[in-house]
């Protein structure tokens, strides 16, 4: 029965990576790319629990009167703790700069952040973009937008 | 202990900082050219017959790192420092006051001229294997604060120049790291002592990659597209003394690297396919289109500057078509052809900096009739191409006859006629440089030129004595040529005071000077008292078909020179090179596009994953293998 | 002995305290904490450095290793150690308005983080502050507050957070098959890391630090981060912040994997690095972007250095990652004004002559003109690969040296444009004095490399000795030898 469960956990905890790292590269939305980290950073975190999990063990807890009994190798979990917090925090920071992005570009599109991003740095340096100014408008740097655009990018 | 090789280098050095405190007024030119006079004597008071060591010495990264110079060192050297020298005092007087105006700067130009005579120095004395390539990476880049001087078109002609020579100098830098993984050592000698005992493939690698490494400055086939205009574009002292001398440091790592440390019997064991082609025999084929493709490619230029740069580049193919073949005669003729070529370049490269000094322009299509206007700059022009095509009584001819007569005794037929092939460009297209500059129509608006300044037409003149005492009497260039030779360890030449004795053909130019100025005493004799029906008339004094020209007619051509000749031989300029080099940089440029386009993927995280899959799958597959 | 704890210490206090200082007309001490506490930092690991006799460990909190997390104290990590201090003393981004103290608090937050890497001597604990110095970064690469430099962090903080993800996995799987993280503890049990899983594991370590060291193929954050932020932080990220992820991979790779396998995976990917670097680079029409791609190359020659086994490896790695700590920073900080279009920097020289010079000073150094210390580390470099002499290291000789033809290409168009006459009057802006004092000291560093390159190389021997010796480093830790506290 444990090794069923076992089993499961491993599935999960590398089929959440897989999900996590598929789900980054397959989306293109800034909010939904910080979503897939998340689940990514899930999946190693249980992968890690799982390296010194022993199933006939108790939680590693110190308690009175309890000293002699067989526990769970703390120091995954304790690593797993720290990782979690640090999770967090990188993700709070993913989340506030994709506010800042989307004020100053009215959109949480990759491709298109991606591409201001590149226009604003080759005007800031005096550097033409390669691409065709007389082109179709679609291709041409499209000008900057206000803060107040509402319906900015097209995954808004 | 300081000697005197320390001695010549600290006053190389010292001097440095003396040229861009001193260049501004003509007094401190002036003494500028007393240091380079200083310099050549210490020089010459170094024994070239026992290599001088220099008490500099350094232990560097495990490597004994020292300097010492032989007759070989010795030789180049004095070239290099009497090329610099006459190249500053042709720059002290006028033509530095007008060209400074003009906003050259010449505290940088002298500077820049003693930078590359310590560097070359300091090349030509080294050690070992470290201290030359010190050497030969600070001659690479000192070439470089000459050429960018001009700037327009020297610019770019310096940009391309530079990439060569890094080409080139870590082409040299591999050679060094593998002769040290093949040898364990950078010491000359320990390369010298291992080299019969390497293997095959290990000699191969090491004298092909310097020889590649040392030809790229040679600018030998197909690396010499970049010299002409690098050198051409430099300003006139600049232009003079890299035209003389600069390009001969690769013909002397050459010679120090594959001809002394390597040795003629470990070069003669690296042969291709069943022993049909050797390495030496590649680089004799190499040597003589050198020879061929840029006279020709000269043949074509319009720019005077461009004609002289493009036929420094075909010399250096006969030199090193001397020092490869390396018997007796040829070797001395090659280094022999360095002196003299770097006197008769230095002449010409000289007299068309006079005409642009007083035209402004080297364009041939521009010029024409000077003669008059400026005699001396004329007879120093003529001197200077008698000796670069090789003709008597000049020192070219000397140097030259000695490399054909190698080639003879030694049983290669092919090689001498395609070396007359080159000599025969030679002597057409330096009869379009004479020609178009100096001879037929007068243009209107050069009316009023007059002879060059004093201080540039004595410094040619001297040149020209030079030029004319060691083509009559060559045996006081090759006692020094003979111990170098001796040096990296060939034979040296039989040398008289008139020219070489030999078994198989002896030559002795006091003679021939002798029966050729009878001639021409005979001819002039002829021709005053028995012709001399002659009347001077202004040179815009001119009719056809009984017609009065005018001034502003062109009635002379000098467009499109040698028309008939060119038409037959126009579609053997294909531009091959030129082509692929075009191609190369293009196909960087697509590398380039190519790189730049993985770094900016619309996906920031996309090559993570792309990494780790192929790590994994590597991994599998050294799993399973 | 412990203090030099403290070097990792107080600069993380001063990250947090610096913050305070913007509110309560504490300006001065603003002004003063944040390099008062780098040089304090400095002087430890200085003092450290002076009296070192033997490499020791610390157990922190007082639990024996492998148990505890150790930092474990040798030349090795006090060089790069000290480098950190230093280097963001020198680095140090002045100014006293919110954004500069944020900017600030960063840095030391970044400082301490990388001290404490270089001496961290647990693989957790090596994560751990990876982890707080990549979100430092991240803040710094953000810190310009411009449009740009929010996308380009946020990109920065994708890869980098991904690669985190990476390493955790190479971590759970080291500990899976020898169930500790201790670094000396993993080294006598290295051997069960010699098969294709444990070679996993150091690739997913090198895929998650790599985003950091630019290792190729996880740096394509490089050439947009650096053009988006200030160059005082692109130097520290391009300088500093690299050098330290390298050790980490460094340490890894000398105590943990020491196979072959291993090295040649560091070698390949270093070439790479290499070549797409200075190949991306030939076209960059910016200076920025020019020298954010030539820094990948220039860290692909790094990791090919500590690539070699031995002791040459680890001299040559040290010299190459030093001397690419002062010219890129150097380069960066002269970048500041001159970042543009190439072609506008037509005349710079003529407005500061003492920049263009210093600029070219440092473009021959890197370039290894002889004398100049470049020339060494290159030597170094390739007289390995030419010794180890296989053919990936044969192929990586060639492209080493094919990387720095194209790059003298580049470098020279930025010189020549550096002495060509400005065009239409237009002169490029001269340089901050802050900048230009700082170059210059980091030109007087380079000149006085190049004139001691021999005691240096000497030093370099003996710091290599005792970190290529995995017994010492073992016994050290584990033998209960010299363990303080």
Known sequence: ?156 | ?625 | MTDVTLAVVLPLLGAFLLPLTAHRGLHWLGMLLGPALLALAALLLFATWTAFESPYAIALGGFAPPLGITFYVDLLGLLFALAVPLTSLLLWPGGSDEAAIRQQSLTLLLAAALTGMALSGDLFNLYVFYELAAVASYGLAASSATGPAFVAAFRFLLISALGSVVTLLGIALIYFKTGTLNLAHLATLSERLADPQGLAAFAMLLIGFGVKAELFPVNAWVPEVYAATGKRVAALLAGLASKLAVLAVVRILLLVFPHDEARQLLLLLGTLGVLSGELAAWQARDVTRMLAWSSIGQLGVVLVAFSLPGKAGLIAGVTVAMHHLVVKSALFLLADRWGGAVDRLKGAATASPLGAALFVLFALSLLGLPPLPGFWSKYLVLSGLAEAGSGMQHLALGVILLGTVIEGGYLLRIITRLYAAPERDIVPPAHRFPNLFASGLLALLLVAGAILIDPLWQGLNTLAASATDTQVYVQTVLGGKGITR
């Open chain 2, 1 to 625: 202990m300081i000697g005197a090789l320390d001695m010549l280098l600290l006053a190389a050095l010292a001097a440095i900082p003396l040229s861009a405190l001193f260049a501004t007024t003509r007094s401190g030119r002036w003494l500028l050219v007393a240091a380079y006079a200083v310099q050549f004597g210490l020089l010459i008071m170094l024994q070239p017959a026992t290599a001088a060591h220099s008490a500099l010495s350094f232990q560097l990264l495990g490597n004994a790192v020292g300097w010492q110079m032989d007759a070989l060192g010795w030789y180049f050297a004095v070239i290099t420092i009497g090329s610099a020298g006459f190249a500053a005092a042709y720059a002290a007087g006028e033509w530095s006051e007008v060209n400074g105006r003009l906003g050259l700067s010449l505290r940088w130009l002298y500077a820049g001229l003693q930078i590359n005579v310590l560097a070359m120095l300091l090349l030509l004395a080294s050690g070992d294997f470290v201290s030359l390539f010190i050497g030969w990476e600070l001659t690479s880049w000192a070439g470089l604060i000459l050429m960018l001087l001009a700037g327009g078109d020297a610019i770019r002609a310096s940009l391309r120049y530079i990439v060569y020579a890094i080409a080139g100098g870590m082409t040299v830098f591999a050679g060094l790291v593998i002769t040290q993984a093949a040898v364990g050592s950078l010491q000359f000698d320990a390369l010298h002592a291992a080299a019969p005992s390497l293997g095959t493939g290990r000699l191969w690698a090491i004298a092909l990659l310097f020889i590649l490494g040392f030809s790229v400055k040679m600018a030998s086939m197909p690396f010499h597209l970049w010299q002409a205009p690098a050198y051409a574009y430099s300003p006139a002292p600049g232009s003079s003394f890299l035209g003389s001398i600069s390009a001969r440091m690769g013909l002397f790592g050459i010679a120090l690297v594959a001809i002394k440390l390597i040795g003629l019997a470990q070069l003669d064991r690296l042969s291709l396919v069943t022993d049909l082609v050797d390495l030496r025999g590649l680089l004799t084929w190499v040597a003589v289109f050198t020879a061929i493709l840029p006279t020709f490619v000269a043949m074509r230029q319009n720019d005077a500057r461009l004609l002289l740069g493009w036929h420094g580049v075909g010399q250096g193919g006969y030199m090193l078509l001397g020092v490869i073949i390396a018997d007796r005669l040829g070797s001395a003729g090659g280094l022999l052809h360095v002196f003299n070529h770097a006197t008769y370049q230095a002449i010409l490269l000289m007299a068309v900096f006079a005409v642009i000094h007083r035209t402004g322009t080297a364009d041939l299509n521009r010029l024409g009739g000077l003669v008059t206007r400026m005699p001396l700059t004329f007879l120093a022009m003529l001197i200077g191409i008698i000796g670069l095509a090789g003709l008597p009584p000049m020192n070219g001819f000397v140097s030259k006859w000695m490399i054909y007569r190698a080639l003879i005794v030694d049983g290669h037929p092919l090689l001498f006629v395609a070396t007359v092939i080159s000599t025969l460009g030679t002597v057409l297209s330096v009869y379009k440089l004479l020609h178009n500059t100096f001879l037929g129509q007068l243009r209107l608006e050069h009316e009023q030129i007059h002879e060059a300044p004093w201080s540039m037409t004595v410094p040619m003149l001297l040149l020209c004595v030079v030029v004319f005492v060691t083509g009559a009497a060559p045996g006081l260039v090759l006692q020094y040529v003979a111990a170098a030779q001796q040096a990296i360890g060939l034979e040296p030449v039989r040398y008289i005071l008139g020219g070489i004795e030999s078994p198989t053909g002896s030559l002795d130019m006091l003679w021939i000077t002798a029966i050729l100025f009878a001639g021409f005493g005979i001819g002039a004799v002829l021709f005053y008292l028995i012709g001399g029906r002659s009347r001077r008339v202004h040179q815009l004094d001119n009719y056809a078909g009984g017609h009065f020209l005018t001034a502003d007619v062109r009635y002379q051509y000098s467009d499109n020179f040698y028309a008939g000749l060119m038409h037959r031989i126009r579609p053997w300029y294909r531009g091959s090179f030129e082509w692929t080099e075009s191609a190369l940089v293009s196909a960087l440029g697509a590398a380039s596009t190519l790189a730049r386009g993985f770094f900016e993927q619309a996906n920031p995280a996309q090559w993570v994953l792309v990494g780790t899959t192929v790590i994994m799958t590597w991994v599998m597959w050294y799993a399973l293998g």
């Open chain 1, 1 to 156: 029965m444990n090794w069923a469960i076992g089993l499961v956990m491993f599935v999960g905890a590398v089929g959440l990576s897989v999900i996590g790292i598929a789900g980054m590269l397959m989306s293109n939305h800034l909010f939904r790319m910080v979503l897939a980290l998340a689940v990514a950073e899930a999946g190693a975190n249980l992968l890690l629990i799982l390296a010194g999990y022993r199933w006939d063990a108790a939680a590693p807890i110190l308690l009175p009167g309890h000293s002699t009994q067989a526990m769970v190798d703390p120091v995954p979990q304790a690593m797993v703790l720290t990782a979690i917090v640090i999770g967090v925090g990188v993700q709070a920071l993913a989340l506030s700069l994709v506010i800042r992005v989307r004020q100053h570009y009215a959109t949480l599109d990759m491709r298109v952040a991606r591409q201001r991003m590149q226009d604003a740095l080759d005007q800031a340096a005096g550097v033409v973009p390669p691409r065709s100014q007389e082109g179709p408008a679609g291709e041409r740097p499209l000008p900057a937008p206000t803060r107040t655009i509402e319906a900015g990018g097209p995954h808004d």
